[in-house]
């Protein structure tokens, strides 16, 4: 009996050719978002499944589908997954690491320089008719080059990020829980400082951190406070890392001059007073979303799902912990 596997989301063709060749897939080509009712109900007999960042795995969930041995998701971020609950179910639950480090820094470093150029800005004006010729004062932003900036979470993709911004001769400072070794600082030409340190420093703030209890609303009113005013704020980590709240009211008073988002606390809902600002650039959630990387994302959950069903012993391992139990 070939074992069962959900797709919870679309795939690609090839990633499903793959998972078929192995198991029984069931998947959601029209892409339908499943409630977590009717989520629990299309895993009733599974044995495991692909899932995207937007489906969520906790107790309540993994509770009504006792079978199920493996949640494979294709995404690096694993905030989704109560990885406590998954052990304590025996499930094992993986993401797709580095696959995505190259695009991700790629698409910080763009978000970067559409908000210091207020490019989605001047689009907006060219679209709506309203460009009257070119003048020297004209939409007047700020330089990413020689610019210091501070990188918030510093593990693959932040120090690519750091590899980067190089080439723009940018000051690099950088916070994160583990401090690198000097010989990689150097390797890097980049300096580690505190949250605040770096908050007052830079004049460019890139968050690439994880979403965890302990970095929820990382960057609220007082870090927005200690923040030059004419700095800049870039979020491609996770939605609840930024107070959206406190950084409407910031950028509204021109606490600090502008921000670029490709995550929101409650998304897909952005919260309205977010549409209503000029110097803010909005993304939704893509910065992973190259066709190759996608790809890549997608064939690394599903060789996860494979490991796991087959060897027990998946590459991307999120809770160890589960293997010692089932042993
Ligand atoms: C995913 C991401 O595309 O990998 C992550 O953590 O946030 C994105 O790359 C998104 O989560 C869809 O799964």
Redesign the pocket.
């Known amino acids: 009996m070939k074992k069962k596997v959900l797709v919870t989301?679309a795939v690609f063709d090839e990633t499903l050719a793959y998972l078929a060749q192995h198991f029984e897939v069931a998947s959601n080509q029209a892409d339908e978002k499943y409630s977590p009712a009717e989520l629990a109900v299309r895993l009733k007999g599974m044995d495991a499944a692909l899932?995207?960042?937007?489906d969520r795995v906790d107790d309540s969930l993994l509770s009504r589908c006792p079978g199920l041995k493996a949640v494979c998701?294709?995404?690096?971020?694993?905030?989704?997954i109560d990885l406590g609950a998954c052990t304590r179910h025996g499930v094992m639950a993986t993401?797709?690491p580095g696959v995505?480090t190259d695009?991700?820094a790629d698409f910080a470093v763009c978000l970067t320089l559409a908000t210091c150029r207020r490019l989605t800005e001047s689009e907006a004006m060219l679209r709506r008719g309203e460009w009257k010729g070119t003048h020297l004062k004209e939409l007047l932003g700020m330089d990413l080059h020689h610019a210091a900036v501070g990188i918030c979470g510093f593990g693959r993709i932040g120090q690519v990020i750091a590899r980067r911004l190089k080439g723009f001769e940018a000051r690099i400072l950088y916070c994160t829980r583990h401090r690198l070794a000097p010989e990689r600082e150097r390797e890097l030409s980049v300096a580690f400082a505190a949250k605040d340190e770096l908050l007052r420093q830079s004049d460019i703030v890139i968050l690439i951190l994880p979403y965890t209890p302990e970095t929820h609303h990382y960057i609220g009113a007082r870090e927005l406070g200690l923040m030059k005013r004419s700095a800049v704020l870039i979020n491609v980590a996770?939605g609840g890392v930024v107070d959206d709240a406190a950084l409407i009211e910031a950028l509204k008073a021109r606490r600090i001059w502008a921000a670029g988002l490709d995550?929101y606390e409650n998304e897909p809902k952005l919260d309205p007073g977010l549409l209503a600002l000029t110097n803010l650039v909005l993304s939704p959630?893509?910065?992973?979303?190259s066709e190759p990387?996608?790809q890549a994302?997608a064939m690394t959950a599903a060789r996860n799902c494979v490991a796991a069903l087959t060897t027990g012993d998946p590459p991307n391992l999120l809770n160890a912990d589960v293997l010692k139990q089932k042993a």
């Open positions: 989301r899932i995207s960042s937007t998701s294709f995404s690096v971020g694993y905030n989704h993401n797709t995505l695009s991700v996770r995550v959630h893509i910065a992973s979303a990387t996608r994302m």
